[in-house]
T-cell receptor
């Protein structure tokens, strides 16, 4: 069965430190896509970064990078130099072969000043 | 860029009333719309998938007579919560991808509707 696992329900990180949010996935499809979304308290889903299963290089978008380890089926999000505005819920999601999105349980990240 | 609007953003209603939530793609055609429900501090739960001009496909456990979905045009999909009860209080979000892109991982979300049923 296809599944996304986020094992960290909550994290506290000091401002300016780097943070890694864990995500592991399970699928038998050779073609899939992995997403990270940020959801602040306002509720909107903010796209952060995407990694395709055939992409050779790890995706990067500004302060966000995705540590894609295909053999381990992990797609951890790394946020460098965290900021107070990074405090939010973070969701890892996987696009399956039917273009449905399978969601992880989320990680609540709190950045401490 | 592409934008999806969702109205209302917040609604408070009395138990027993019906509430309609609209999701509109502003500058592209949305063939398929996904409707999600989200409880506080929980993940998104897919309720149903609607395709323009056809009946929606509901996920197991979602009452189709309770949550009416209409996707009459390529730019508008609606979710109507009929005879709402307090347990229907939740955050509802729509998601779509642009029509015509056969293989795409571009996802667009509406900003969400927070429903509170008294």
């Amino acid at each position: 069965a296809q599944k996304i696992t986020q094992t960290q329900p909550g994290m506290f990180v000091q401002e300016k430190e780097a943070v890694t949010l864990d995500c592991t996935y399970d699928t038998s499809d050779p073609s899939y896509g992995l997403f990270w979304y940020k959801q602040p308290s306002s509720g909107e889903m903010i796209f952060l970064i995407y990694q395709g299963s055939y992409d050779q290089q790890n995706a990067t978008e500004g302060r966000y990078s995705l540590n894609f380890q295909k053999a381990r089926k992990s797609a951890n999000l790394v946020i460098s130099a965290s900021q107070l505005g990074d405090s939010a819920m973070y969701f890892c999601a996987m696009r399956d072969s039917n273009y449905q999105l399978i969601w992880g349980a989320g990680t609540k990240l709190i950045i401490k000043p | 860029g592409a934008v999806v609007s969702q109205h209302p953003s917040r609604v408070i209603c009395k138990s027993g009333t019906s509430v309609k939530i609209e999701c509109r793609s502003l500058d592209f055609q949305a063939t398929t719309m996904f409707w999600y429900r989200q409880f506080p501090k929980k993940s998104l739960m897919l309720m149903a998938t609607s395709n323009e001009g056809s009946k929606a496909t509901y996920e197991q456990g979602v009452e189709k007579d309770k949550f009416l979905i209409n996707h009459a045009s390529l730019t508008l999909s609606t979710l109507t919560v009929t005879s709402a009860h307090p347990e229907d209080s939740s955050f509802y979000i729509c998601r779509t991808t642009p029509h015509g892109l056969a293989v795409t991982d571009t996802q667009y979300f509406g900003p969400g509707t927070r429903l509170t049923v008294l």
